[in-house]
């Protein structure tokens, strides 16, 4: 890590070293970076997955999982579960992985793309289940379904998810597509990225609130407002790394191409 602080602080001093402040104000970003990335890990994984899954298991009438649903509220407690690491945990480290890896050597955007992939599709998957949980778990006990805010919302971020899997899929897994259309696409795919955040934030804050009304203890009431007040805070650290240009992914200096045949292949793998 402190090794590629230099390297990339390097990069930055050699462009601007006519500046000393532009040196100073590199070093501070670089350092500033590592920092909140390292904040939001120590949120997703050591405060908000404990926080949910205690959240779940602390009702002893109502505590568990069980692996062959059957509809009871053992089988819905996958639901919030499921939401929270695939909304929050697996898509919020998709959306920083460009940022991240490029930082420490993963210089090559073929790796840092199919690792944003596998994280996304484990998002997707997890969502899917989610969904299915909550709707056979309704389904069994005869609810209606889609009645509240948090309904609508987190289906509506779930539907937006989706679409922006199959797009992000079919125009940058595959080097089939134009360039024009992939720099065409790019902003609005970033965009909706930020916008499913900021509606899978809105779902599981009105579904923990939802969720609090039918507790009858105070335990679970604190756990739960802990869990979204740390959900929050936790997308306003990510989001505020996302926003920063100077947070972008970091590019070393290329090599000169074999040939132009290479020259192409390098410009079709990096979009």
Not at 114 to 123: E, R, T
Request: with cysteine; aromatic share 10%.
């Amino acid at each position: 890590m402190l090794r590629d602080i230099g390297q990339a602080s390097r990069v930055e001093m050699e462009r601007d070293d006519k500046d000393p402040d532009a040196r100073n104000n590199s070093l501070v970003l670089a350092i500033m970076f590592w920092v909140l990335l390292a904040l939001s890990q120590l949120l997703l994984w050591c405060i908000i997955l404990p926080l949910v899954l205690v959240w779940v298991t602390e009702d002893l009438s109502k505590s568990g999982l069980e692996g062959s649903w059957t509809g009871g509220h053992r089988t819905f407690n996958w639901h919030p579960i499921l939401m929270v690491i695939g909304f929050i945990l697996m898509a919020g480290e998709g959306t920083l992985v460009f940022r991240a890896l490029s930082r420490i050597g993963v210089s090559s955007k073929t790796a840092q793309k199919s690792v944003h992939g596998i994280l996304m599709s484990i998002s997707c998957l997890l969502i899917g289940v989610g969904l299915a949980a909550v709707f056979y778990h309704d389904q069994k006990h005869g609810y209606s379904n889609l009645q509240t805010l948090h309904s609508k919302l987190g289906l509506a971020a779930a539907i937006h998810f989706a679409v922006q899997f199959v797009l992000g899929l079919t125009f940058y897994a595959f080097p089939c597509m134009p360039k024009s259309a992939r720099r065409y696409l790019m902003p609005y795919h970033r965009f909706s990225g930020k916008s499913i955040i900021v509606l899978s934030v809105m779902a599981i804050v009105t579904g923990i609130q939802e969720k609090l009304g039918w507790e009858t203890t105070a335990l679970p009431q604190r756990t739960g407002q802990a869990l979204g007040m740390t959900v929050v805070y936790t997308v306003m650290v990510i989001m505020f790394i996302l926003g920063r240009d100077e947070y972008r992914r970091y590019q070393a200096p290329k090599r000169p191409a074999k040939s132009p045949k290479d020259a192409a292949q390098r410009s079709l793998l990096d979009e």
